[in-house]
């Protein structure tokens, strides 16, 4: 049981980045899919998330109006998608699997982690 995450890097203010995440080892159908993030110094804190019942979603205020979650449930893969990226979305990104149909945004409740991948905002 694998939970890939991929997609970060270096990117100016004002740009965009898709993070993937790729499960190996089990299907993300029955799963709720999180992302969550961890700046420098900083606790780690939700980010958005999507239902696997009826594919509703959710986002942090830091992040609604510019990043979008979305799942591809025949790649096993959850996205996010994140436009007018600021220098304080810098972090390192999660994403997140918890076996049910809602849509948590406690970090707790998830089963299956992903190893984060570091996204960089600067100029």
């Known amino acids: 049981v694998q939970l890939q995450a991929s997609g970060g890097g270096l990117v100016q203010p004002g740009g965009s980045l898709r993070l993937s995440c790729a499960a190996s080892g089990f299907t993300l159908d029955y799963y709720a899919m999180g992302w969550f993030r961890q700046a420098p110094g900083k606790e780690r804190e939700w980010v958005s998330c999507i239902s696997s019942s009826d594919g509703s979603t959710d986002y942090a205020d830091s992040v609604k109006g510019r990043f979008t979650i979305s799942r591809d449930n025949a790649k096993n893969t959850v996205y996010l998608q994140m436009n007018s990226l600021k220098l304080e979305d810098t972090a390192v990104y999660y994403c997140?699997?918890?076996?049910?149909?809602?849509?948590?945004?406690?970090?707790?409740?998830?089963?299956?982690w992903g190893q984060g991948t570091q996204v960089t905002v600067s100029s």
């Open positions: 997140a699997a918890d076996y049910s149909s809602g849509c948590p945004r406690i970090e707790l409740v998830y089963d299956y």
